[in-house]
């Protein structure tokens, strides 16, 4: 998500008249302090009230949006008594989110309160199984040890300024050395580089590896969740330094558009627009460069629990509830436009997630399909190509050869005169 500028405080100054006593004058700057603090005062809570529960500015529009279908969506009274009964067992026994699948599948769907979302991302990713089969107990500490490529501490170097520099929550850290957000985010994504050589880093980590450790507040917790969500929740390729994970998932995208929303596919087919030119962050940054950040994090409490499935079930629902802009869009760059505006906007999260569930059917074996043929095709362009590039080459081979012959060994001219 994108945050705005800091509110800044705007105090008005009175001057005093020559005519002014030294009593009235220190009376008036008396009143002009106190005005000056009454406006600080006021100027924090206003920024208070533009920030949401993560430290995240939200801008006016964003704050003032009326919902469009949330009248409509509001969860009945059993679901919401059903709801805290079963976080009020979490909070007793954490194991109460393994112990009933689906009662936690429902509750996670219809939001995980705050003071869980720590612990259930940590626990229905997968995390704290992958943390109990690291190699030691003290796997963490040794992957800081350890020595990171010289390209890849230079990109997260040059990323860690770029990441939520306005958010205060991030930047705070608890006031020690070395734990504000950037020390914190360095080290974690220093560690997975070294826990995946394969992946490395790739930019849009930076966002998800921090929002995280917004999220949980502990950062060997981050850490393992971070790792967990990029290895095993989503396609273990979709941040390899190839990108064709990345370009692989918007083709499954594409094709699975084709039948969930045919209007939408055609249109963008006819301005020319492929999704992963305009909205790679989508998936790179998984939503929170995008969404807002209470709405990305709603959207994350489902991904972590259930998988990929919900990132295509979330952008196809973006798509079809935004379906009117999109087709007012003449050109790429006016699709691009639209998407990052409605996106920025949506701050209902129970309106999307609504939609998303209720009515976008897809199934892992939909996707594992699509996948399996998006990939022959991929691989037999990429072999079509090589053999193209061969035969290019051997053919330039050939002509430059012919060529030097020509001029190595010029014939006698026969026409030549001889005195």
Same mark, same amino acid.
């Given at each position: 998500?994108?945050? $705005?500028?800091? $509110?800044?405080?705007?105090?008005?100054?009175?001057?005093?008249?020559?005519?002014?006593?030294?009593?009235?004058?220190?009376?008036?700057?008396?009143?002009?302090?106190g005005d000056e603090r009454g406006a600080r005062n006021g100027d924090a809570r206003a920024e208070a009230e533009t920030r949401d529960e993560y430290g995240f500015a939200l801008t006016p529009s964003v704050v003032t949006r009326p919902s469009r279908r949330g009248r409509k969506m509001e969860r009945s009274q059993r679901?919401?008594?059903?709801?805290?009964?079963?976080?009020?067992?979490?909070?007793?026994?954490?194991?109460?989110?393994?112990?009933?699948?689906?009662?936690?599948?429902?509750?996670?769907?219809r939001g995980v309160p705050r003071d869980l979302r720590r612990d259930v991302w940590y626990l229905s990713s997968g995390a704290s199984e992958m943390r109990a089969n690291a190699p030691s107990t003290s796997y963490y500490e040794q992957l800081l040890m350890m020595?990171?490529?010289?390209?890849?501490?230079?990109?997260?170097?040059?990323?860690? @300024?770029?990441?939520?520099?306005?958010?205060?929550?991030?930047?705070?850290?608890?006031?020690?050395?070395?734990?504000?957000?950037? %020390?914190?985010?360095r080290r974690i994504l220093f560690a997975y580089a070294r826990h995946n050589r394969t992946t490395g880093y790739c930019q849009g980590m930076n966002y998800i590896a921090a929002f995280i450790w917004i999220v949980i507040g502990d950062e060997e917790r981050a850490f393992w969740t971070f790792a967990t969500l990029l290895d095993g929740v989503l396609p273990g390729d979709v941040h390899a330094s190839d990108i064709k994970g990345t370009i692989a998932q918007y083709k499954i995208l594409h094709r699975i558009l084709?039948?969930?929303?045919?209007?939408?596919?055609?249109?963008?087919?006819?301005?020319?627009? %492929?999704?992963?030119?305009? @909205?790679?962050?989508?998936?790179? !940054?998984?939503?929170?460069?995008?969404?807002?950040?209470?709405?990305?994090?709603?959207?994350?409490? !489902?991904?972590? @629990?259930?998988?990929?499935?919900?990132?295509?079930?979330?952008?196809?629902?973006?798509?079809?509830?935004?379906?009117?802009e999109i087709l007012a869009c003449q050109t790429m760059p006016d699709v691009m436009v639209a998407l990052k505006d409605v996106y920025r906007r949506q701050t209902d999260a129970d309106e999307l997630l609504n939609f998303a569930f209720k009515n976008i059917r897809l199934s892992r074996k939909t996707i594992l399909n699509h996948r399996v043929s998006v990939r022959r095709a991929m691989n037999e362009?990429?072999?079509?190509? @090589?053999?193209?590039?061969?035969?290019?080459?051997?053919?330039?081979?050939?002509?430059?050869?012919?060529?030097?012959?020509?001029?190595?060994?010029?014939?006698?001219?026969?026409?030549?005169?001889?005195?």
């Open positions: 998500m994108k945050s $705005c500028a800091r $509110c800044s405080s705007i105090v008005n100054e009175n001057e005093t008249s020559e005519s002014e006593t030294y009593e009235d004058a220190r009376e008036s700057e008396s009143d002009e302090n679901a919401k008594a059903r709801d805290k009964k079963f976080w009020n067992r979490v909070r007793a026994n954490a194991g109460a989110l393994k112990e009933d699948g689906e009662a936690a599948k429902r509750a996670i769907r020595k990171v490529d010289e390209k890849v501490t230079d990109q997260i170097e040059l990323d860690l @300024a770029r990441t939520f520099p306005e958010n205060e929550n991030y930047e705070r850290g608890n006031g020690t050395v070395g734990q504000g957000g950037n %020390d914190v985010l084709e039948s969930q929303a045919p209007k939408i596919a055609r249109h963008l087919r006819a301005v020319d627009v %492929d999704l992963v030119m305009i @909205a790679s962050k989508w998936l790179l !940054c998984l939503f929170v460069e995008s969404l807002p950040a209470l709405t990305a994090a709603r959207v994350l409490d !489902c991904v972590l @629990a259930e998988g990929e499935k919900v990132w295509f079930r979330v952008v196809i629902a973006m798509l079809r509830l935004h379906e009117r362009e990429a072999e079509r190509r @090589a053999v193209e590039l061969a035969a290019n080459r051997k053919r330039t081979a050939a002509m430059e050869a012919a060529r030097k012959a020509q001029f190595a060994s010029p014939e006698p001219n026969s026409g030549s005169f001889s005195p």
